[in-house]
C-alpha cells in the first residue's frame, strides 16, 4: 500500500505565497520523479513542475521565478514554493511519485489533490 497526502492548499490574495507539501509513504524501494501536477475545472490536468531524484527540476514556463520544487530523500517528501500567486493559478494541485513498489514494478501514484485559490 502506497500512500500521497498532500497539505498546505488555502485561499490567499493576489500576490501572495502558498507552499504546498506532499509526503509518501508505504512499501515502496524507491522514489524517482516527483512533482505536481494541476487541474482547472473544464482544462486538462497540466504539469507545473517536477524533480528527479538527483535534484534536476523542470518548470512551466507559466510558475517559472514564481514557483520553487524540493525534496527531501531522507523523509521522502517533496515541497512546492508558490510566490507571487496569481488568479490564474488557481486549481486543484495534484502531487505525484514515480515509485517502485515489490511486486508491482514501477508505476506513478497520485496525491488527493489540494486545492488552491487566489483571489482577492
Known amino acids: 500500500q502506497v500512500q500521497l497526502v498532500e497539505s498546505g492548499g488555502g485561499l490567499v490574495q493576489p500576490g501572495g505565497s502558498l507552499r504546498l507539501s506532499c509526503a509518501a509513504s508505504g512499501s515502496f524501494y524507491s522514489i524517482y520523479t516527483m512533482g505536481w501536477y494541476r487541474q482547472i475545472p473544464g482544462k486538462q490536468r497540466e504539469l507545473v513542475a517536477s524533480?528527479?531524484?538527483?535534484?534536476?527540476?523542470n518548470y512551466a514556463d507559466s510558475i517559472k521565478g514564481r514557483f520553487t520544487i524540493s525534496r527531501d530523500n531522507s523523509k521522502n517528501t517533496m515541497s512546492l514554493q508558490m510566490n507571487s500567486l496569481r488568479p490564474e493559478d488557481t486549481a486543484v494541485y495534484y502531487c505525484?511519485?514515480?515509485?517502485?513498489?515489490?511486486?508491482?514494478?514501477?508505476?506513478?501514484?497520485w496525491g488527493q489533490g489540494t486545492q488552491v485559490t487566489v483571489s482577492s
Open positions: 524533480v528527479t531524484h538527483s535534484g534536476t527540476t
Open positions: 505525484y511519485t514515480q515509485m517502485g513498489v515489490v511486486g508491482k514494478g514501477v508505476n506513478t501514484y
